[in-house]
């Protein structure tokens, strides 16, 4: 298991985890966003490997994906930015989140070993079922990089039993059926699901997905260990386009205030 997760989630204080595409808008703007998110109390920083087929990601976050590789995003891109950012942090776990295709593509063995070097904590593989696993699995047991799996309303408690198998970090509640940055969680829902989980595992729990406000952080880490919020800030990305000043202005302000919601 990364230290830095388990050391994060140690004080049993509920945590923000924001996620943003790497490389959107462009390169430089990308990294100075990550390093305002840093700067402005994100617990976890999750960011995304641009992926020219996503699945499960909406609008808002298909377009940042598209926006990154028409600026040349690549893997190399994302681990520069991760690079830099342990320049500025060594304590913040940072959580890459993608699709297999692109890491199957640089080669597993290749990969493992560049996050290990770099520092990077934990990986979301959003297409990865527990049945096709093993290879990355095996390769990150070595290295201290956690496999962070994804819960969704429709899991039922034997296949929960074997998502969690592989588990290690943190495990990710997705709170509803469809793609990010649509509906909002079902709290009622959300309660009976985290119940679940917790009996079958002592992992703590972040939720996410059409997580919009301070608000709804706070009814979400009423319930978990955390909340994940994304596609509202890259919507400030899209909405502000060639204004780099003004996007991390309304990102940072906009971070300052979800964390807000995480104080019980």
């Known amino acids: 298991m990364s230290e830095r997760i388990k050391k994060v989630f140690s004080d049993k204080k509920k945590k923000l985890i924001t996620f943003v595409t790497g490389g959107d808008p462009d390169k430089k703007t990308s990294q100075k966003i990550l390093e305002k998110i840093v700067e402005c109390g994100s617990d976890v920083v999750e960011i995304g490997m641009p992926f020219s087929d996503p699945m499960a990601d909406g609008p808002t976050i298909q377009l940042s994906s598209n926006r990154a590789i028409n600026n040349g995003t690549n893997l190399e891109t994302i681990f520069n930015i991760c690079k830099n950012i342990r320049k500025i942090n060594n304590a913040i776990p ?85 793609i990010t940055g649509q509906k909002s969680a079902d709290m009622k829902e959300l309660k009976h699901s985290v119940k679940e989980i917790r009996r079958q595992s002592n992992l703590p729990i972040v939720a996410g997905f059409g997580i919009k406000d301070k608000n709804q952080v706070s009814e979400i880490c009423a319930i978990t260990d955390g909340a994940v919020v994304g596609s509202s800030i890259v919507k400030i990305i899209e909405n502000n386009l060639n204004q780099s000043d003004v996007i991390l202005k309304l990102i940072g302000d906009f971070v300052k205030e979800l964390k807000k919601g995480t104080n019980q």
């Open 94 to 178: 940072i959580v890459l989140m993608g699709y297999y295709n692109v890491i199957f593509h640089f080669g597993v063995k290749r990969f493992v070993c560049e996050c290990s070097k770099i520092g990077i904590d934990g990986l979301i593989i959003v297409d990865l079922q527990p049945e096709e696993d093993p290879e990355l699995f095996d390769e990150i047991q070595f290295h201290d990089i956690d496999l962070i799996r994804l819960i969704t309303p429709t899991t039922d408690p034997k296949r929960l039993k074997k998502i969690i198998q592989h588990a290690s970090g943190f495990l990710y509640y997705v709170t509803i059926t469809g």
